[in-house]
């Protein structure tokens, strides 16, 4: 099998390019940055690629197809499947996960999505869109502040700002507004919760739920430090709102558990994300039998993880500390301990490729 990955330098990949390699595929990893063949070069052959904002990315792209056949596309973040599932249907009848045009419309306006969750039953924030930025202080009054700018997809947290009061909304609505039709959200406090599974044609196998403990860019960044939890009323959740978009492949929903206990749904993404390291840390599998499912498998039963286990997620967590200048510090010591067990789970080649890219960031931070 011949797979075509689409990445954005996303830092879970590398794990799952190993894992494809091990099972016997033959990875093109087409993706912005250097080939490295010591380090991910190892694990499948390396094509660079413009960046995705650069308007020549899909032509490149279209090239690579025509060059060579794929048995699959595995675009890798949310921008990248939805341009994936818009290509000339020669390549996008190849992407993984197939998904109907109702529910990749879901996926592409998160209030088509709420709207969705409302109707299984999910509690959601209240939201109103935001049709110009005169709006603002109406909005603020019937929402109150804080209040949640969004736009209509999550992308690693980079289409949603906080604002305190109607100057910080304005700088949002302003800063955002690029991205598309957007909408004001009110602001729940609680914890943040992700779960995420593996699941064929809507049926849910091996799930893995945890508590976010912190997440860079603060506060709807990724996350950085998580705990796993069992919670049978979020699995309950998850696996409807899973089940009823018909998921096949690897998904993730974020929720917000309220001072009551209740959750609130925020957002589901049909692909890899950042923290997917943290379950197979915790015996949770989720690369392997994913990988068995994109050859045409079926899912295996679920194993029962380690429920109560902190994971401190490498590189993330020091890539984290290098964007805030502040690397390293005494009070990160019990992180370092915790991140160990993310770095025993990489062979040396992929340690390289972290650290030369950690490497990288930490000589741009001197020079700044």
């Known amino acids: 099998m011949k797979v075509l990955v689409l990445d954005n330098a996303w830092p879970a990949t590398p794990l799952l390019i190993r894992e494809m390699s091990r099972q016997g595929i033959d990875v093109l990893y087409f993706a912005p940055e250097s080939p490295a063949p010591r380090e991910l070069g190892r694990f499948c052959r390396q094509q660079r690629s413009p960046y995705l ?146 699941a064929e044609a809507g049926r849910v196998g091996q799930m893995f739920i945890a508590k976010v403990l912190e997440t860079w860019p603060t506060p709807t960044g990724p996350s950085i430090r998580v705990i796993a939890v069992d919670d049978p009323t979020l699995r309950y959740l998850a696996s409807g709102l899973f089940g009823a978009l018909r998921a096949h492949g690897l998904i993730m929903a974020d929720f917000i558990r309220v001072a009551d206990g209740d959750y609130r749904f925020l957002e589901v993404n049909p692909r890899p994300w950042g923290s997917i390291a943290a379950a197979e840390v915790c015996g949770a599998p989720l690369l392997d039998p994913f990988v068995r499912l994109l050859r045409g498998a079926s899912l295996p039963p679920a194993k029962v993880y380690r429920a109560g286990r902190r994971v401190t997620l490498f590189p993330q967590f020091l890539s984290a500390r290098l964007d805030a200048g502040s690397f390293p510090r005494i009070a990160d010591l019990p992180h370092y301990g915790s991140m160990l067990s993310s770095i025993r789970s990489l062979s040396s080649p992929l340690l390289r490729h972290h650290l030369r890219r950690l490497y990288w960031q930490w000589s741009s931070t001197r020079t700044r």
Do not use: K
Not at 66 to 75: I, K, S, V, W
């Open 53 to 198: 904002s650069d308007p020549g990315y899909q032509a490149s792209l279209l090239a690579v197809l025509e060059r060579e056949p794929f048995d699959r596309l595995l675009p890798l973040c949310d921008e990248l499947q939805r341009l994936a599932w818009n290509l000339p249907a020669r390549y996008a009848s190849r992407v993984f996960p197939q998904v109907d045009r109702e529910t990749r419309e879901r996926f592409a306006d998160r209030r088509l999505m709420y709207g969705f969750a409302r109707g299984l039953g999910l509690a959601i924030p209240r939201a109103l869109d935001l049709p110009d930025i005169d709006a603002l202080p109406s909005i603020g009054r019937i929402l109150g502040w804080p209040l949640v700018v969004r736009g209509p997809q999550g992308c690693g947290g980079s289409q949603v700002m906080i604002a305190d009061h109607e100057a910080a909304a304005r700088t949002a609505f302003l800063r955002l507004g690029r991205h598309g039709p957007l909408f004001a959200q009110e602001f729940i406090r609680g914890d943040l919760y992700i779960a995420g599974a593996l």
